[in-house]
């Protein structure tokens, strides 16, 4: 059996279903609220010491890092590979998961922090705010990343939004990796080769999380053959259900309306980036 913990929101954890979904795989969902801390219980850290979803156990077995699970399902469940047959392919291939774990990842972290989330944690009644900004942080909240300053950096996002240290970089970075995309689909129909990879996969939720942020605009105008390539990935049959249909409605709604108003901002990083 085949479970997984997960989040709807979460762009590690989508990445992860889709593959399931792409290979049309039977699996049990455990849904843990991260924006509620649902994450940090004793026996989840059991399962996932640095308390991150998702989380694999398959029968019984328990495997964590999204990009490894991935990798695992497919030589797992050999049928519709998701990865190319040449080595030197299967290389390329990793060295766009291998970015997504690096770079784009921890990048995307901060911007919804900062386009979005920061406004939902503001939302907490005050006395409870002004301990989660002041108080020290949980030892669970100390294991989430491997950025030792996580809980410092996050509490100057959640005060100062896109204006906060390192998260104009942040955005900067990702529109490079967009860049990169782009130069890379001249080439060929998906990011490596003319087959749908785990490359294709592992990209695909940092996509839908600008889209859902209202920041579309960083390819669909500029980018021709990304916007192509984001289009056939929506097409997929798996996109709706894995990506759209697990969102909460609120979260949705909330990473529409708190993204756009942050747009014109990241508009303005990116355009003295030029
Ligand atoms: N390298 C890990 C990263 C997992 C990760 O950071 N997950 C995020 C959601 S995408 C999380 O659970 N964050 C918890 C938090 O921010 O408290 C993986 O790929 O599985």
Redesign the pocket.
Known sequence: MLELYH?GS??????VRFVLMEKGLEWTGHYLD?LK?E??TPEYLKLNP?????TLVHDGQVL??????CEYLDDEFPESPLKPSHSMARAHMRLWTKA??EDI?PA??YITYAACHRHIIKRMPPDKFREYMTGPPTEA?TR??GDPNWVENKRAIINLGIAAPGVASKFRMYDSYLQKMEEALQQHEWLVGDTFTLADIALT?YLNRLEMLGMSEMWSRSRPRLAAWFERIKARPAFKPCFLDYCPADLTSDLKTYGSRSWPEVQKILQAAG
């Open positions: 989040h979460s762009v590690c954890a989508a990445k991260i801390g994450h940090f640095k308390a991150v979803v998702p964590v890092e999204s990009t490894v699970i997504v774990d990842q995307c972290k909240e989430v990343t939720p």
